[in-house]
Each structure stands twice: as structure tokens, then as C-alpha cells.
């Protein structure tokens, strides 16, 4: 059983920026495509970003331009940099891995408890 767990999150002014990582327990990591996905309140979890075992990567359109997905391999860890934060990116923030790729809506591992980005001024 892989356990992620996720940190980094925080509170953050409009425009600013945080930096998640997600260490994942045992070897599976290296061979699996991981994601970042969200879910604010009220609404649906959401994919935000995907990286494949290659390096391939994916965003959905609101963070395009704005947030970074990236791994280390050797850590068991992905990263999600996240510049210009807005308003509306307020959420709590998961990783795991999608069982598709490109990334759809089932994943391999068990949700963990997230970590929370707040934007507000």
C-alpha cells in the first residue's frame, strides 16, 4: 500500500507563490504517473497538473503558464510550484497517481489528507 503525503501549503497574498511536495512511500513511485488534483468547497476534486513517468506534463487551463508539476525520482517526491497565486485557487491540494494517462478520473492510491492553500489578502 503506497502512502502519500503531502505538505507546504499555506496562507498566501494574491500573486504570491508556494511550493507542494508529495513524498510517496516505497518503489512503485518511479514506475507510476503521478498528479496534483484539488477540490474546493463545495465543488468536485479536480486534476490541476500531470506528470508522466517520461516527464510529460499536463495542466488544466486555469493554471497553465502559472504552476509547475515536477518529480524527483531518486526522492519519491513530486512537486507542484504554484506562481501568481489567485483567489480561486484556494483549495485543498492532493497528489496521487491517475491510472490513465493522459490523467482521468480514477487513480491508484488511497486520498491522503491533503494540505490546504488559502489566497486571500
Known amino acids: 500500500q503506497v502512502q502519500l503525503v503531502e505538505s507546504g501549503g499555506g496562507l498566501v497574498q494574491p500573486g504570491g507563490s508556494l511550493r507542494l511536495s508529495c513524498v510517496a512511500s516505497g518503489s512503485i513511485f518511479i514506475g507510476k504517473n503521478m498528479g496534483w488534483y484539488r477540490q474546493a468547497p463545495g465543488k468536485p476534486r479536480e486534476l490541476v497538473a500531470g506528470i508522466s513517468t517520461g516527464g510529460t506534463t499536463v495542466y488544466i487551463g486555469s493554471v497553465k503558464g502559472r504552476f509547475t508539476i515536477s518529480r524527483d525520482n531518486a526522492k519519491n517526491t513530486v512537486y507542484l510550484q504554484m506562481n501568481s497565486l489567485k483567489p480561486e485557487d484556494t483549495a485543498v491540494y492532493y497528489c496521487?497517481?491517475?491510472?490513465?494517462?493522459?490523467?482521468?478520473?480514477?487513480?491508484?492510491?488511497?486520498w491522503g489528507q491533503g494540505t490546504q492553500v488559502t489566497v486571500s489578502s
Open positions: 496521487n497517481m491517475p491510472s490513465d494517462w493522459p490523467p482521468g478520473r480514477f487513480v491508484f492510491g488511497s
